[in-house]
């Protein structure tokens, strides 16, 4: 491997013949950029898809109440259906050991001001676990507490945007806001992933929202993350559970789909998770053979590399050259070509990646990139067919007799 002779010979090969050595690397470059920057795609469409489903938690049911619009149990059809405090109990004690987090909601469109500062902002009545439901990250402070519900505090929990809007300067915390006349008490700024819309939402306690509305125990909709251990399937029978369960509760025919509406994550993530399967197998398979058809070139090329030298293997046979030394000489040869042609795939493969960064989103490809462990196994594969591919002509190659390979033309 180290023979210096034996590399200088290797060296001097190439350089002799450079449009075949070209062409010998052209082949393992272009398989492995290629693939490279198939799977990157295939990864950004994931992350894509992936981040469309990060704003809120993933193993979300949300169920809301609506009008009826088929009659049922003698009741009449264009009722409103409204959720209360108990139909929430009903719902998160349905099936207690599959609820992950809980919260209802009741919402109300208020003025709110800060000085000399106001807006109409979208007031949320909640649970602590709002916080988990829509994946909020505290700025500052804390988010509303179980004691703050008992005590139906007056203290609120403001979006990003609504300390931009009014609270111009230095920290919001502690300071008040006035919420449709009743004083709030700021005590935390949260982020959302959802964007502007939600980081100008208003979270107080829920209880203290519905004693603002004249004591009113509605809820507005009615947000259920299940048990992540649950199976999509699992998940799909439990919120048709849910919604059966809260119909016959509310006196909602069967096949009534708007008197209770629920919207289902677990139904999305199925149908995400078949697409990006197939999807995934489609980028596999064309990635795959773009690996197969670089072997075949390269196989190709080392059969008409060896046919091209079998004189020049007669002559070295017929001054004492060894079966194993010629065809270590050719082995060593194709592995030195496909090595290098391969790091060239490589790094323009990295490079073009690169290059698209974040520029495709508009086509739902967020930053397409390839593990390292996928581009090892490829090289990898690619170099063992490289020694394959220059082992097996040259073997043969090397078993002609020197008369016979002197006759070749």
């Not at 949320?124 to 505290?138: L, Q």
Request: no cysteine; charged share 20%.
């Amino acid at each position: 491997m180290f023979d210096l002779d034996r590399w200088q010979e290797i060296f001097s090969s190439i350089r002799s013949n450079v449009l075949r050595t070209v062409l010998s690397g052209f082949t393992v470059a272009l398989g492995l950029f290629i693939f490279i920057v198939l799977f990157g795609i295939g990864s950004g469409l994931k992350n894509a898809f992936t981040e469309g489903f990060a704003r809120d938690a993933q193993n979300l049911i949300t169920i809301y109440s609506g009008k009826t619009t088929i009659a049922y149990n003698g009741l009449q059809s264009d009722r409103t259906v409204t959720m209360n405090n108990e139909d929430y109990d009903f719902l998160v004690n349905n099936d207690k050991e599959k609820v992950g987090y809980s919260t209802p909601r009741y919402t109300a469109n208020l003025m709110v001001k800060y000085g000399k500062e106001s807006g109409s902002y979208q007031i949320n009545g909640a649970d602590p676990e709002e916080k988990y439901i829509e994946n909020r990250k505290m700025l500052e402070g804390r988010y509303v507490s179980s004691m703050d519900l008992v005590r139906k505090q007056n203290v609120a929990v403001i979006g990003r945007m609504v300390q931009r809007d009014l609270i111009k300067n230095g920290s919001p915390v502690g300071k008040d806001l006035d919420i449709n006349g009743t004083m709030f008490k700021v005590i935390g700024v949260f982020s959302d992933d959802g964007g502007d819309n939600d980081e100008r939402h208003i979270t107080i306690p829920i209880t203290t929202l519905q004693q603002m509305k004249k004591g009113s125990d509605t809820i507005s909709t009615a947000y259920i993350a299940y048990n992540e251990n649950l199976t999509p399937e699992e998940a799909i029978k439990y919120g048709d559970k849910l919604k059966d369960g809260l119909k016959a509760r509310k006196n909602v025919s069967p096949d009534d789909e708007n008197g209770i509406r629920v919207w289902n994550n677990a139904k999305n993530m199925n149908e995400t998770f078949m697409f990006m399967a197939v999807l995934t197998g489609i980028v596999t398979f064309i990635g795959l053979g773009t690996l197969l058809a670089g072997i075949i070139g390269i196989s190709n090329i080392m059969v008409y590399i060896v046919k091209e030298r079998t004189k020049e293997i007669g002559v070295r046979k017929a001054i004492g050259a060894k079966p194993g030394s010629i065809v270590a000489l050719i082995v060593q040869e194709s592995v030195v070509i496909t090595v290098v042609s391969g790091f060239v795939g490589v790094g323009l493969g990295v490079l073009a990646l690169h290059l698209i960064g974040d520029n495709l989103e508009e086509y739902f490809i967020k930053n397409p990139s390839v593990g390292w462990y996928e581009i090892i196994a490829a090289f990898i594969a690619l170099v063992i067919s490289g020694l394959i591919a220059g082992f097996v002509p040259a073997y043969r190659a090397s078993k002609i007799k020197p008369i016979e390979a002197l006759r070749t033309e």
